[in-house]
């Protein structure tokens, strides 16, 4: 029987994978590079952002709780300043 | 089969993998970036010895993983030093060929 | 149902192909993406071989500056991606490598299928020179780099001086004692500002944390240093600091500190434990913290100045 915590990590970690595949769906199929980017960004913030929930219940000493916490913000961050950047560059190369 | 086992035959094949690209691509960035596979194929070997050597108490043989750790930072600098030098190259020449013909012929064409 | 032999073979075949999309794609830049790549995925196998010291350094060292490396080499060579037909190889040398490479691959795999079943290993005598009076340390990769094969990792520091030396040799002679070009543009954008701004006293937080947990923990002084490293270079490209010159003394004090700590010690250990490169008992974790934290900065100078190139006479950006 699985308990109640172990449901909620999977299903956490089931949903963040689907937004990962999701947002590998959307790099592959959009038309166009700035598009591609949007989904991928917001997909795979979201996503990881889940992981983390499911993977919080887990931890063994709460520390590590605070610093997968940190980790997605840390990527956060970085995703998305990175994403503008990318995006500042097609925009005005239109590749 | 083990991981140990699967590991170590994504190294050999990462090994002719690069060695493929290293002989065959005529731009000197890209041979760097195929000896770098090379490396990292040669390292996964080494990984899998460490992993092997699981012995006294440990999972691991700390040994080889160590000589890992050293070996990626040296490909680093190595890498580093190879692309000052292209860099020289096409800041004195204008162009990056390692053809030993190409500084004989005429300059580039256009075309193709 | 065990699903981890599923997932190594779903992770080993990515791996071999993010590797043939790195060696046949045709751009250089969709090859170096795809290497960073490839470097992130093969810091997974390093996970699944119980290796978290050599994932922390592939993540951040081989794939990570070595990225950032390449990528900076490619923009500075951008204007030849128009330039001269290169002469490609005719398909009988083509048929010849892909023979020979097959041949070299399969040799390596019977090697490795070929291993003894007993195998042997350092491991008994890395704990005993790890946990005995030498070291005292929790993790025994920290203890093996700084106590047991402590040699090896000065000479290594050492080689790193040696290559930031040729990149500086690279540069024209008058422009011996300048400044690199910077690492970013003019007018960074204010997304680079504020990246820089929020990431770089985060990193460099994690990146002594790293440092200190990597006697006991996965970590260590590489993995911290080039944490550091990352963050210095992060806050040049936007333009908070520029690539230094390279005949300033406190650059040239960092560079050196690391081997040269690491040497006293060395040296010293004749008089204080008898040896050439032993600790003294009971004394030996600090003076082990002591030389790798010399060696953090070290490794934290020797890596932008790597990716930042040789001094130049005006800048180009």
Known sequence: ???????????????????????????????????????????????????????????????????????????????????QLIGRVLRRGRK | MSPSTLAGLVGATLVGLGLYGLVLHPHPLRKLLAFNVIGNGVFLVFGIIARRGAAAGLSFDPVPQAMVITGIVVAFAASALAVALILGLYSEAGRVTLDPDAWTKPGPEEGK | MNILPFLDILLASLIVTVAASTVVARDLFAAVVSYVAYGLLLAFVWIRLYAPDVALTEAAVGSGVTGVLLITAGKRLAAIRKAEPEAQPGPALKWLTGAL?????????????????????????????????????????????????????????????????????????????????????????????????ILAPIGTLIGIHIFWVGADAPGGAFQGGALLAAMWMVAMMARFDEPPRIDAKWLRLGLVAGP???LVVGLAGISMAGNFFAYPPGFAKPIIIFIEAFMVLSIAVALPLLVAGPPSEGYET
Request: net charge neutral; aromatic share 6%.
């Open chain 3, 260 to 262: 040269a700590v690491f």
């Open chain 1, 1 to 83: 029987m699985i308990s109640l915590l172990d449901l909620f990590s999977l299903a956490a970690i089931g949903a963040g994978t689907f937004f990962f595949v999701a947002g590998t769906v959307g790099l592959l199929r959009f038309p166009d590079s700035l598009s591609r980017l949007h989904a991928l960004t917001k997909a795979d913030n979201l996503g990881l952002g889940l992981v983390v929930l499911g993977l919080i219940p887990r931890v063994e000493i709460s520390l590590a709780a605070l610093k997968l916490i940190l980790i997605w913000g840390l990527v956060l961050t970085s995703g998305g300043s990175t994403a």
């Open chain 3, 101 to 197: 490479a097959v041949l070299v691959a399969c040799a390596l795999a019977a090697a490795i299928l070929m291993l003894p079943d007993v195998p042997p290993s350092l491991a008994p005598e890395a704990v005993t020179a790890a946990s005995g009076p030498g070291a005292g340390l929790g993790n025994p990769i920290t203890a093996v780099l700084i106590s047991y094969r402590s040699f090896d990792t000065m000479l290594e520091k050492v080689v790193l001086i040696l290559a930031v030396v040729g990149v500086w040799s690279i540069g024209k002679d008058a422009a011996w004692g300048n400044a690199p070009a910077p690492l970013g543009r003019s007018r960074p954008s204010p997304a680079m500002v504020f990246l820089a701004q």
